[in-house]
């Protein structure tokens, strides 16, 4: 996946140590059977619980929620926005703040360690067609709440904080 040019500048700086990075993830809803053909999974008009855009990453294989790092000074939700558009080609809007935590310390195979704030924001699709929109994935797809694929917990995670009828944004106190 492309390293932002803040994090290569910052890396050439402390090498390999621990960085604490601000991250969106999104999940983006859509009404079940409102796919323009070709957009990927979907039912009857209107029938069923709704849909969820998930990306398959390219370094691991996994099904996720799009999902980024801030740039500097990004307000995150329309860094949110950004990120599923760049990832895959829909145009969303926030409809709410989900949950703020935190993800687990990650080693990536060059060495270099991170953690991130995990902001988690509620989306509602606008427009475009799912597509593969840049390097970092493998496939986009929409998929019926009722037969997702096998998550990462940080994803189960937000999706069942976005999912969740309180409005009031989740955290672990």
Avoid at 19 to 42: D, I, N, Q
Avoid at 86 to 114: I, K, M, Q
């Amino acid at each position: 996946m492309p390293v932002p040019d803040f994090v290569l500048a910052l890396r050439a700086k402390i090498g390999t140590d621990p960085l604490w990075l601000p991250g969106v993830k999104a999940v983006v809803l859509r009404p079940c059977g409102s796919s323009p053909a070709g957009s990927g999974a979907g039912g009857g008009e209107g029938g069923g619980p709704g849909e969820v855009l998930l990306v398959r990453r390219a370094d691991n294989g996994r099904w996720t929620l799009p999902a980024g790092i801030l740039e500097p000074g990004e307000e995150p939700a329309r860094g949110c926005v950004r990120e599923v558009l760049e990832e895959t080609g829909v145009s969303a809007r926030v409809v709410r703040l989900a949950g703020v935590g935190t993800t687990d310390p990650v080693a990536y195979p060059n060495g270099d360690r991170a953690q991130y704030l995990d902001v988690v924001f509620g989306l509602e699709y606008v427009a475009g067609q799912a597509r593969v929109n840049d390097d970092e994935n493998t496939d986009v797809r929409w998929f019926p709440l009722e037969d997702l694929p096998d998550l990462p917990p940080h994803h189960r995670r937000a999706l069942a904080w976005a999912l969740d009828p309180d409005p009031a944004p989740k955290f672990l106190a």
